[in-house]
Nanobody, 120 residues
């Protein structure tokens, strides 16, 4: 059973930084793609970033390119999302997800989410 648990969310001022973590367990993740998504109140879920576990290929949504960086620690089975130059519009619940398919396709496993709030 795949389990994903996010941490690192919180309240930060605009221009600040946060680093989210996603601890993954329950499977061997070498064939997985790990993704980050976010959902703001009243809005649809939005793709943020993804990383393929084996090849370390990176993907970013247009709204976060140049500000967010995804990375992973194989030994810790943990994926990170470093978020810099945060804007109020980055406020959302951030979710970690995993898929054996395409990084821009459907994801099969989801964490409970962590709240990120950016004040103006």
């Amino acid at each position: 059973q795949v389990q994903l648990v996010e941490s690192g969310g919180g309240l930060v001022q605009a221009g600040g930084s946060l680093r989210l973590s996603c601890a993954a367990s329950g499977r061997t993740f070498s064939r997985f793609t790990m993704g980050w998504f976010r959902q703001a109140p009243g809005k649809e879920r939005q793709f943020v970033s993804a990383v393929t576990w084996s090849r370390n290929s990176l993907f970013y949504g247009d709204s976060v390119k140049g500000r967010f960086t995804v990375s992973k620690d194989n030994a810790k089975n943990t994926v990170y999302l470093q978020m810099n130059s945060l804007k109020p519009e980055d406020t959302a619940v951030y979710y970690c997800a995993a898929t054996l398919g395409s990084p821009v396709g459907e994801y099969d496993y989801w964490g409970p989410g962590t709240q990120v709030t950016v004040s103006a």
